[in-house]
Every structure is written in structure tokens, then in C-alpha cells.
């Protein structure tokens, strides 16, 4: 089953620019479902389609946030890394960047949010080396 990892030593990828002051990502991966209740039935029943994915990745700025900035409108492959001491276990896939914000305050540092989900010619995301 493999030993759990910690958080602090992730990856993040865009292209051939790896975010170096990234300091939180997350994923979701979804299913699409269609409703096929019938009058009889006596529980909603539902069908698979398609699945989807969508995340954020945060980075410290000012180094990557031009990055961050620029990929936003564009579709590039991207790579999480849970952990760069092992580049054999990442997701990857051709991603849609949607959405660049900025925040910070006088309790703490300014980071960049960068917004994604599947892109056009994308498959979507898919895990490679997990046990």
C-alpha cells in the first residue's frame, strides 16, 4: 500500500515551467450523471457519463505569478507531482486554465490561484505510477 507522503514536497508542472513557490494544489475528478428513474422504481437510479476534472494550484508571487498569470485562457499539459522525491507517481493531462486571481494581506504572504479543468483535447486527468 505505500506509506502516506506529505504535502511540502510537491510538484507542480505547466509546460516546461515547474512552479518552484507553489505551495497548494487540489483536484477534484468527477462523473457526470444522468438521472433514469423510471415510474416504478423505488429509488432514483443514475448512469455514468463522462468524468471531469478541475482543481487550483497556488504559488507564492512575485516569481510565478507572470507564470500563472499568462497560462490563464490557455490550454498546456500539467503534471501534480504529491511528491518530487518520486517523479514516477503524478497526474497528468492536458488542461484548460480558467480563472488567475491574486490575495494577500497584512496576516499573510500574496499568492496567485490558478483555476483549471479538462481542456479541449483532452482525455481529462489520469493518475500514473500510484499502487
Known sequence: MGNPIHGYNGRIQ????????ANAWDLSISLN?????????????????????????????????KVL??????????????????????????????EFSSSGSTTSAVISTLGFTNGSTSSGITAYGFA
Open 14 to 21: 505547466i509546460g516546461t515551467d515547474i512552479i518552484t513557490n
Open 69 to 98: 498569470m499568462d497560462a490563464q485562457g490557455t490550454e498546456a499539459r500539467m503534471w501534480i507531482y504529491p511528491s518530487s522525491g518520486t517523479l514516477t507517481s503524478y497526474w497528468y493531462g492536458v488542461m484548460l486554465f480558467t
Open 33 to 65: 450523471t444522468v438521472e433514469v428513474t423510471q415510474f416504478v422504481d423505488a429509488h432514483v437510479r443514475n448512469v455514468g457519463g463522462q468524468k471531469a476534472a478541475s482543481g487550483t494550484l497556488t504559488a507564492f508571487q512575485p516569481l510565478d505569478a
